[in-house]
């Protein structure tokens, strides 16, 4: 079976800050794996944060990850995704420290996603 990747970059070009190590995937690189099945995207972002939101991501919390590591696919790349790619950088860390080799953050974040006028999905909150 051929391993699956998505284009990476060793250094954020949308946003200033890096964690040695971690691997930063552009939006529109991301989008494009999304779609074609070749990635999956774990938002990490707090529920009140997400009323814009990735469709078909996962919603895991990142005060709650160690609860949700099982769940972290190993057979295909993982895009990490908070607001800013901060937190998700974090996140793509731990991610590494535990073993995904294929963990990368969104560079730029959800913000850097909209901004490149990637499709995503607003819910109505009462």
């Known amino acids: 079976m051929k391993e699956k990747m998505i284009k990476t970059t060793d250094i954020p070009t949308l ?5 040695e190590g971690v691997k930063h995937v552009l939006p529109e690189d991301a989008w494009e794996a999304i779609k074609n099945d070749v990635a999956v ?10 009323v ?4 078909n991501a996962r919603f895991h919390p990142m005060d709650q990850i160690l609860s949700w590591l ?4 190993t057979d295909i790349p993982v895009i990490i995704l908070c607001k800013m790619g ?17 963990a990368a953050n969104l ?10 006028g990637l499709p995503y999905k607003t819910r109505l909150r009462p």
């Open 15 to 19: 946003q200033e800050f890096h964690l």
């Open 41 to 50: 995207i774990i938002d990490v972002r707090e529920d009140y944060e997400t």
């Open 52 to 55: 814009s939101y990735i469709e």
């Open 70 to 73: 099982p769940a972290v696919p």
């Open 86 to 102: 901060i937190r998700s950088a974090h996140v793509a860390r731990v991610l590494m420290e535990q073993g995904f080799s294929n």
């Open 107 to 116: 560079d730029g974040g959800f913000e850097a996603w909209k901004t490149n």
